[in-house]
């Protein structure tokens, strides 16, 4: 990772006591040409650079996505969404140092008696421009491949689905709602819990991280309001080609 040079340090706290000289007043003068230039050149010297724009989506993936964000309805007990741990008052994270999933009351660092989660909640900006994900990196984009965890494999149908751009966060979206412990629950919770183990679980296999993929996207279809929004978002998917990826790549 570059570091700041400390000519860039001075000029950047340069900037900034202008700005609150005078209080709040907006009659502070703005930097001259000249130091906006060497500002400039000392960020380009240092490696920083502007993040990517995201790659365009239509309007109406983007809806399904944000109302498959904020839907339990993707959770095996259907009390958790994805956004219970993402909330957008706190940052997009839930103001927790460790996050509680299933059987968790509340939002944010109020919510209680979910079971804990081993790691906390991270912020969801611009992370299109990552090419991995999770704290260990489970998920990581190589060149022409995902790599993904154990008891995952997404298959061509599901994969060719991921918008490009965004396969690295699209595939992670897929896998919160397998998790026990996140968003599916345990054995005797839900008829999703009693699937057998995939992702998440020790000796979990590919075939049951599918298996919750199918009955996620039965639940999903089922409602006419989402099938309705599919069909707007993906209008050359006939019904029967719709898959658990073509959920994953609105919530990317």
């Known amino acids: 990772m570059s570091r700041f040079h400390p000519s860039l340090l001075a000029l950047s706290t340069g900037f900034l006591l202008t700005a609150c000289e005078g209080g709040t007043s907006s009659a502070s003068a703005p930097p001259s040409e000249l130091e906006v230039e060497a500002l400039r050149h000392e960020l380009f010297a240092a490696g920083v650079t502007p993040i990517a724009e995201p790659p365009v989506v239509s309007d109406e993936l983007f809806e399904l996505g944000r109302a498959l964000f904020f839907d339990p309805l993707l959770s095996g007990n259907q009390d958790v969404s994805c956004a219970t741990c993402h909330l957008p008052q706190f940052g997009t994270s839930d103001g927790r140092n460790l996050s509680a999933g299933v059987h968790g009351l509340g939002l944010g660092p109020e919510r209680g008696n ?26 990581e984009q190589d060149p022409g491949e995902l790599d993904l965890p154990d008891a995952v494999e997404i298959p061509f149908d599901m994969s060719a689905a991921f918008q490009p751009g965004l396969e690295v966060l699209a595939a992670q979206a897929m896998l919160p709602p397998v998790s026990r412990e996140e968003m599916r629950g345990e054995v005797a919770d839900n008829p999703l819990g009693d699937l057998g183990d995939g992702y998440g679980s020790s000796g979990g296999t590919p075939d049951n991280t599918q298996r919750v993929w199918l009955e996620l996207l039965l639940r999903v279809t089922a409602v006419p309001e989402y099938l309705q929004m599919l069909r707007a978002a993906y209008p050359e998917v006939l019904f029967d080609q719709f898959n658990f990826g073509h959920v994953g790549n609105a919530i990317a």
């Not at 969801?124 to 994900?133: C, E, I, Q, V």
């Open 114 to 139: 979910g079971i804990m989660i081993a790691r906390n909640s991270p912020a969801l900006f611009d992370l299109h421009a990552r090419t991995s994900l999770f704290w260990d990196g489970r998920v």
